[in-house]
């Protein structure tokens, strides 16, 4: 009885106490917002690059985000083109690309009548004079389709999460986004947000007046200072003796894109700064995340980041990665020599974070924009026998030519194959009065016979819904958007690409839906998380969806993750 007596009392006096206790955590969750939320993107990143050479790695950097962090370690974008700009805008937003509407980095304007690149913006000139692309020396080929030098966020369809934090704080929230490349900081700084990333015409960090009337005096002394002159005459050098490399033997693979003056082995040289490709050096080795970080403690110091109760958002896109990846392979001494390097980046930036701010207070996330394919050669090396793929002999192909003779006509059909569409001729098919639909279809039906070509999928197809609802159907769909997209959407065969990019021959190339090129890394690390691994695997869409629920703010408002609960709990 006197048990009894007392495990009632006991149990009305837990009921009585546990509205209390739930007050006061949710109070507690409510006020504890970090200072700081600081997302690092890394650009090419697959999700198990950081842990490839972790044994070579010091501390600070990789091992302190995957030691202290909540790790998820299968985490995929959803969706078909795994390009920058798709990436980057589903990060941000918590979107689809089919919501977001940022489908590549590339797509064909309507109203336009041409290809446009996602940020260009004719309405807002870069602040800079001088600092636009220039034609000639640009290897990006996405960059050169742009026809103005403007930038804007104005094509991302959706609020991303730096615009809600910034909507929720009535404009006071500090939001900045840098990149060596725009579309790596403008898409993440959002439509309220400072973007700024690196002329490679003129070696400064700049901006557009979308964001400024006139720079800051800060970021005018910065450039000033020409911060890229350090690396006059100087090269990029192996960290560590080559004999603690994996691939230490293998400096010079034949598939490595030649660059006259920076060569193919190390040490590379970046030249003189009277160079025109002296600033395209610096972005293809790991000086551009080094002059990226500069900047970024730039930004911090003058801005104030992380100083007061009003959380502030810094997003960091990291493009040496991506570009090393292209020139010399995932799987080169070079690639791996850079993530030594961005490893060191990372260390850097999370200790000065740590000074200013405290990793206490700053919620980090490091994710990627999209995962890397290994080299066709360097496979075939191993026994994986791959050949390029060529979308140029498709419309002469003959039975390209009897299709045509069936409509009626022998012009070119298919106009361009600018990845991942193929364009028909659009005006042609109307002069011959044919319908776009049945063209659409009898041409994919034809494409998706060549060799290389895994699926051929037509726009008007996903708009109707008449596409099977399996795994690479759902992730072409998924980045369907109708005014944007192209005519018939390619994926090729897993490990199969067009070496050409628009003339540049690149030793590899990302932007398939092939796990390889969705799989990217998924960290949450600081603000007192405690550590943990997640093998479920989870989408990218997750991210914004995340943040918000930690910050008791709306998600964006195009957001279809999934709040991951395991970083609430810690
Ligand atoms: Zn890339």
Redesign the pocket.
Known sequence: MKTATHSIKNTLSLLLSMPVILASSYTFAQTHKPKLVLQITV??LRGNMPTAYLDKMGKGGFKYLLNEGVVYKDAHHNHANT??IVGHATLATGALPAVHGMIGNVWYDDKLQRLVYNVEDSKYPLLSANADVNQKTEIDPTQRTAKSSGRSPSNIQVSTFSDELMIASNGKAKVFGVSVKDRGAISMAGHTGKAFWFSKKSGEFVTSEYYYDKYPEWVVSWNEAKPVKKYHNQTWKLTQPKTNYVFGKQDDQVWETKFPGFGNTFPHQYGEMSNPYFNTFLTLSPAGDELTLDFVKAVVNNEQLGQDDITDYLSVSFSST?YVG?IFGPSSLEAEDNMLRLDRTIANLLKFIDKKVGLDNTLIVLSADHGAAEVPAYLSTLGMKTEPVTPKTWDKSPSMQALKKQFGFDETLIKSYFHPYVYLDRDLIARRKLSLEQVQKAVALEVAKFDGVALAVTSKDIEQGNTPQDYLHTLVANNHSKNRSGDIYIVLEAHRFVADMEGLTVAA??GSPWGYDTFVPMIFAGFNLDDDIVYDRVSTTDIAVTLSAILGIKAPSGAQGKVLKKVLDD
């Open positions: 650009d090419q390009e920058t991506d292209h190339t990302h």
